[in-house]
């Protein structure tokens, strides 16, 4: 009689649940498959020239410390630039203050596993990223989903709604996964103060905020916190490369320090030759002219997603209109489950993300993500066209 694994796992295990996202990637592959689904950057895009050059540079001037074990909390030159570049941004930090991850996830990973016990309480918007929720859930945590409307989480609602003090606020306030809406700035500034007030962390997850498309970027929250009570992560995945797998946080020392204890024991340290490219990349004078042709790119995309959704979706569908960031985010009436429409959507060669895999509240079945930045224009149109045959269709059987 074999094994029976499932036997031995630990109860928490029953909390975890896949990512809707990479639950897509197997339909993926069919042949003729339009895929609007995952949030990857355009390979296209990538710097490959550049990265090729970088990476002989580092085998030439440093082989050694490119490629021995190195100190968990990064590579001292990278972290510099990372401090220089957050100060830009009105964000008063050291280097001392970052500390390298292997990807921005992990910087959350850490984090929550620092902070959390089974049981304690932490405020997530609604929607929230997947990933977030997945590393909450490894620590047995109680949610308590904030709303959001056009101008991001509602901070006067959340402030109605605390009961006891949550551990942390977890907020991505640039164009956010999935939604794509952003924190407008009067409630940044709430969300900061609501936090001083009631004492409670916040954990400002901003990959996107280089991807901006109009308007003027919005400063940090991380820039209004005068108490110390604000962790910030960032990446490199969406400007230059998600295979690289590099990101940060920044944040007090007393928290970095017990992150880097427990990255220890998960990787020891982040890949010391990555970083040193990355450091490289981000310091060869490229990187402004590099995010300028992004930007046009994802602007494009961004603009055909929004008129071919206008053009080929029922009158029903309420839709983000993003400044930036990579998502578009589309709510049908209330008794529609989104989720049902998967296989028809396989059937005629598109795919889209459920939007319920992004709640932990119950709701979110009548919602669903779509991603521009990963296809092409003409694709785009094309898959939009696909999908809201299948939305009319189904709505029609509601």
């Known amino acids: 009689m074999d094994f029976v694994w499932s036997d031995s796992f630990a109860r928490r295990v029953a909390r975890f649940q896949g990512s809707a996202v990479r639950e897509m990637f197997h339909w993926a592959q069919l042949p003729g498959i339009i895929s609007l689904s995952a949030g990857s950057p355009a390979p296209e895009l990538f710097p490959v020239e550049a990265f090729r050059q970088a990476a002989n540079q580092v085998l030439d001037e440093d082989p050694v ?93 959340l402030a109605r709604r605390l009961d006891g003090r949550p551990k942390l606020i977890c907020a991505q306030p640039n164009f956010q996964n999935p939604s794509g809406v952003s924190l407008s700035l009067p409630r940044r500034r709430q969300l900061a103060q609501l936090a001083a007030e009631r004492h409670i962390a916040i954990v400002e997850d901003d990959p996107y905020s280089e991807l901006i498309y109009e308007g003027d970027a919005l400063p940090s929250i991380k820039s209004f916190d005068q108490a110390g009570l604000s962790i910030y992560l960032g990446s490199f995945s969406k400007i230059l490369m998600p295979g690289i797998r590099v990101g940060w946080a920044a944040g007090p020392t007393a928290v970095l320090e017990k992150m880097a204890v427990v990255k220890q024991s998960n990787d020891l340290h982040t890949d010391g030759f990555m970083q040193r490219v990355v450091n490289l990349l981000v310091r060869n004078g490229q990187l402004p002219a590099h995010i300028d042709r992004i930007r046009k790119v994802y602007r494009e995309r961004r603009d055909v997603m929004l008129h071919a959704i206008a053009d080929h979706f029922p009158a029903e569908a309420r839709y983000t209109q993003p400044r930036g960031g990579l998502f578009v985010w589309v709510e049908l009436p209330a008794e529609v489950d989104c989720g049902r429409f998967v296989r028809p959507a396989v059937e005629r060669l598109v795919l889209f993300t459920p939007g319920a895999g992004f709640h932990r509240d119950g709701t979110g079945q009548n919602t669903m993500r779509l991603n521009f930045s990963n296809v092409e224009p003409d694709r785009i149109q094309e898959g939009v066209k696909r999908l809201g045959a299948v939305v009319k269709e189904q709505l029609t059987k509601t």
């Open 65 to 157: 410390g490119a490629l021995q074990y190195g100190i968990t909390e990064g590579y001292p030159p990278l972290r510099e630039w990372i401090a220089e570049h957050l100060r830009g941004k009105g964000i008063s930090v050291t280097a001392d203050e970052v500390m390298i991850t292997t990807g921005s996830q992990q910087a959350m990973d850490l984090l929550v596993r620092v902070l959390f016990d089974a049981g304690d309480l932490v405020v997530v918007e609604r929607p929230t990223f997947i990933a977030t929720l997945q590393a909450l859930d490894t620590c047995e945590v109680e949610y308590l989903s904030a709303p959001m409307d056009g101008d991001g989480l509602i901070v006067d609602e």
